[in-house]
């Protein structure tokens, strides 16, 4: 790397930093889940949105705990959340088919369909931000951004900042 390039890319980083700074304060505010409670599910908390949307990255059978942990919830909030989202008819308990004896979570009906209202309504919210992007950059963006965040996921696999990758990272080890 020509030290041209390396002034360059550490400017770059800086940028992005910054960036990163602004983003953050944007999803900390939580914009876009409280413009899509407010608007679709007033009932709801922000909270109630991430057990439904957590379910879409759990493998096999949909438990509880499994929520609990895709959140990174203690089990007992987990459970609550799932309660309350029974209770609204957003979710139901089901027999595991592999172990009877364990009870799973499946969304309902109604479940799917405000899942679905919440897809495209964040959808269109998107692309409202996106309007006047090229094709291009479009493109280029999405195919940048997942790598991006697929380098964070690996790095911190459990959202630990004392995670041993992210140290070695930090000490240079």
């Not at 609204?88 to 027999?95: E, P, S």
Request: no cysteine; glycine share 6%.
């Amino acid at each position: 790397m020509t030290e041209e390039h390396s002034v360059q890319a550490a400017a770059d980083i800086a940028h992005i930093s910054e960036v990163m700074g602004r983003m953050r304060l944007l999803i900390g505010r939580r914009v876009i889940s409280r413009t899509l409670v407010d608007n679709l599910a007033p009932s709801l908390e922000i909270s109630h949105l991430d057990a439904l949307r957590a379910m879409n990255r759990i493998d096999g059978e949909v438990t509880v705990g499994a929520i609990a942990d895709v959140m990174r919830l203690d089990p007992s909030r987990g459970s609550r959340l799932v309660a309350e989202l029974v209770t609204q008819g957003l979710l139901r308990r089901d027999a595991s088919q592999a172990d009877g004896r364990r009870s799973i979570v499946v969304r309902t009906e109604l479940g799917d369909q405000l899942m679905a209202q919440v897809d495209a309504t964040k959808r269109r919210l998107l692309a409202s931000m996106l309007d006047g992007w090229t094709e291009d950059e479009l493109n280029v963006f999405a195919g940048l951004f997942d790598k991006f965040v697929s380098k964070f996921e690996e790095t911190y696999p459990n959202e630990k900042a004392g995670s041993p990758s992210a140290a070695r990272i930090l000490t240079g080890a």
